[in-house]
């Protein structure tokens, strides 16, 4: 079954430290490829996501980083 939306949540990993301080968040309609602007070049960002489906919001997936280029 497909999920009606997504939700992704990130923000900056300060020493290693998750989850970040402060998140932003988006919200997708569907599984399709998102384009996130405005990171701070060289900056190690945390993301999580997670789904709408017809029984409400799954849970939050496990934590990955990427360092912005």
Not at 30 to 36: D, N, R
Not at 40 to 49: D, E, L
């Amino acid at each position: 079954m497909r999920a009606l939306s997504y939700n992704i949540r990130f923000g900056i990993v300060v020493n290693g430290a998750m989850p970040p301080a402060a998140w932003t968040s988006l919200t997708l309609p569907g599984a399709k490829k998102a384009t996130i602007t405005n990171l701070t070049p060289g900056a190690n960002y945390g993301f999580q996501v997670r789904a709408l489906g017809r029984l409400g919001y799954t849970d939050w997936s496990d934590s990955t980083t990427f360092i912005c280029a």
